[in-house]
């Protein structure tokens, strides 16, 4: 079945670094792939549609040169968080497009707890 | 933009009893709509999902209903399990590829 992995699994960082998050599809090819936030407690909200090999399409209150996107595969998306804050603390999950698929499903990552100290 | 409102955000049954949550949309371009289980820690699991051209799916234990004039559509877990106890969300979008907007989630909990 399709497999989207996230990585890593849980980071804390110190308050001023950036953080890596990577997001795989590891058996199939997404053009398309979606980063979503998650706070305690709360609902999945979109953050930003990551496009292969064009610019990625933020939200409305979405920082776009705080939350950096870079989409440079069909199997590869990466979300880069800048100079964290302890706000940004968050579960960050991905989700995947399957472009082989006649209703183009995606599938969600495990997501990235991000702790940011 | 699509709006969606999910209810109850809590929810007690006891084991073998049913449970119902119910989600409202606001855009009615929406054609697809799916349900997640999440467990504490993890990512979104589908479980099931309808579009806009049926008025109800079953699979198993699980159902959803859709009512597109009304703008509604319902989870049904039948025989509840304990391990049925998660997070649920409903979501919407324009079809299964696109970016999903989603309700406020319901905790259910199943006691034994």
């Known amino acids: 079945g399709a497999v989207v992995s996230q990585h890593p699994s849980w980071v804390i960082c110190k308050s001023g670094t950036s953080v890596k998050i990577e997001c795989r599809s590891l058996d199939f090819q997404a053009t398309t792939m979606f980063w979503y936030r998650q706070f305690p407690k709360q609902s999945l909200m979109l953050m930003a549609t990551s496009n292969e090999g064009s610019k990625a399409t933020y939200e409305q209150g979405v920082e776009k040169d705080k939350f950096l996107i870079n989409h440079a595969s069909l199997t590869l998306s990466t979300l880069t968080v800048t100079s964290a804050h302890p706000e940004d603390s968050s579960f960050y999950i991905c989700?995947?497009?399957?472009?082989?698929?006649?209703?183009?499903?995606?599938?969600f990552g495990p997501g990235t707890r991000l702790t940011v100290l | 933009g699509e709006n969606v409102e999910q209810h109850p955000s809590t929810l007690s049954v006891q084991e073998g009893d049913s449970a119902v949550i119910k989600c409202t949309y606001s855009?009615?371009?929406?054609?697809?709509f799916p349900w997640y289980k999440q467990e504490l820690g993890k990512g979104p699991q589908l479980i099931i999902d309808?579009?806009?051209?049926?008025g109800e799916k079953k699979d198993q234990r699980i159902a959803v209903t859709l009512n597109k004039t009304a703008k509604h559509f319902s989870l049904h877990i039948t025989e509840t399990q304990p391990e049925d106890s998660a997070v649920y969300f409903c979501?919407?979008?324009?079809?299964?590829?696109?970016?999903?907007?989603f309700g406020g989630g319901t905790r259910l909990m199943v006691k034994p």
């Open positions: 979501a919407a979008s324009y079809d299964a590829g696109n970016m999903l907007t």
């Open positions: 309808i579009r806009s051209n049926v």
């Open positions: 989700s995947a497009r399957d472009d082989g698929t006649a209703y183009n499903e995606q599938f």
């Open positions: 855009d009615s371009a929406s054609n697809y």
